[in-house]
């Protein structure tokens, strides 16, 4: 079955400085989407990436970016000069094509970005 | 916003009860699913509806059920509850179904139990 390891519990930064939240995934199955979402203190999950297991290329929006290795069964994300609105719960997520609709989260990993 | 709705924000009841959570998914969307949300289980998925049939079933308890009604809102029944299910409860919706769909969440319904 699948799983996500984020064993970052909790981060404490100060504002602009660079964070990486790791994400590690267990799956048998060759073909997975893997996915981001942030929940802020209002409580609601916020979508913020979708990525699928035969695209490794990085991605940037911003001030966020993504790096996919699948050698190392890694996704992980990066906030580059971190702000105080960055302050959230963010979790990464794991969906296998052969489990269809079964998305497994991380435990999450609680950022506070502090002024 | 999301566009998800969830009714009610906060529902207190006691042991033994039963009580119904409501979702209205986004405009458009044929998908809803329901996760659970608690401090030592962490986010886990229940059950998927599309277009009102069941389409997957997660760590959902015999004692909790769900359906997806004509207009595609979704409720989940939660029965003979228990301390232990006190947690938040999310509905996410999206426009199809699949491994690669990215869901949209409401707010959530924190439900305690006493």
């Known amino acids: 079955a699948q799983k996500v390891t984020q064993a970052q519990t909790e981060i404490s930064v100060v504002e602009k400085e660079d964070v990486t939240l790791d994400c590690v995934y267990e799956?048998?199955?060759?073909?997975?989407?893997l996915f981001w979402y942030k929940q802020p203190p209002s409580g609601e999950l916020v979508f913020l990436i979708r990525r699928n297991s035969f695209d490794e290329q990085n991605e940037i929006s911003g001030r966020y970016s993504w790096n996919f290795q699948k050698s190392t069964s890694s996704f992980n994300f990066t906030i580059t000069a971190s702000q105080v609105v960055d302050s959230a719960v963010y979790f990464c997520a794991l969906s296998e094509a052969a489990n269809n609709n079964d998305m497994r989260f991380g435990a999450g990993t609680r950022l506070t970005v502090k002024p | 916003d999301s566009g998800v709705t969830q009714t009610p924000k906060h529902l207190i009841t006691a042991t033994g009860q039963r009580v119904t959570l409501r979702c209205s998914p986004r405009s458009g969307d044929l998908s809803v699913y329901w996760y659970q949300q608690s401090l030592d289980q962490g986010l886990q998925f229940l059950i998927q509806?599309?277009?009102?049939?069941?389409?997957a079933k997660g760590n959902i308890l015999e004692r909790f059920s769900a359906q997806q009604f004509p207009d595609l809102h979704s409720e989940l029944n939660l029965s003979s509850l228990e301390l232990g299910d006190s947690a938040l409860y999310f509905c996410a919706s999206s426009s199809r179904t699949g491994a690669s769909t990215e869901q949209f969440f409401g707010p959530g319904t924190r439900l305690t139990v006493l």
């Open positions: 509806y599309y277009n009102g049939e069941e389409r």
């Open positions: 799956t048998r199955d060759t073909t997975y989407y």
